[in-house]
């Protein structure tokens, strides 16, 4: 009779996998392609307005669509794939896009005020407004906490391992 040995236990101590906190993270992921598509609608309006913008504002523009599809559609799914893959990458990775996603909005502002103002003011549309305002802050919050979470988590140390 041959003799089994007793398996080891896991080095890991606390919880493991995709559970717990982490499935708040992994829900923005999965529903904010969705939205980012649906709020795409707003970019696709611009382009009877194209002909009328000068080169730097429509290379603006086409950055700005471009950007906006990596950062709301592209990166989330690929953060997905590595979550549920459980790729060692994946906390590091959210941490990266979490971080440019207030920036972004913020340089867009920027940007978009240096090269458009003009236009909006003539339609009297102000770009940064107190909606504007505690919607960057409201991204800023929520951001900071799901940084915090992926750096001292211990579910994201024992799951994203491979």
Not at 87 to 99: C, D, M, N, S, T
Not at 128 to 139: K, L, N, P, V
Request: hydrophobic residues 50%.
């Amino acid at each position: 009779m041959s003799e089994t040995q007793p398996s080891a236990p896991s080095a890991r101590q606390g919880p493991e996998g995709i559970g717990g906190y982490l499935i708040v993270p992994m829900l923005g992921l999965i529903f904010m392609p969705l939205t980012g598509l649906v709020a795409f609608e707003h970019h696709i309006g611009l382009s009877e307005y194209f002909s009328l913008l000068t080169g730097p504002q429509k290379a603006f523009v086409m950055a700005e669509i471009f950007g906006y599809l990596a950062i709301a559609v592209a990166c989330p799914l690929g953060l997905l794939i590595l979550l549920f893959g459980k790729k060692r990458a994946f906390p590091r990775l959210y941490i990266v896009w979490a971080a440019v996603c207030p920036v972004s909005i913020l340089v867009d502002l920027a940007a978009a005020e240096i090269l458009l103002g003009d236009i909006f003011e003539g339609q009297g549309v102000a770009l940064f407004d107190g909606e504007t305002a505690r919607s960057i802050q409201r991204s800023i919050v929520y951001f900071v906490i799901w940084i915090i979470y992926m750096q001292k988590s211990l579910r994201v140390q024992n799951t994203f391992t491979q």
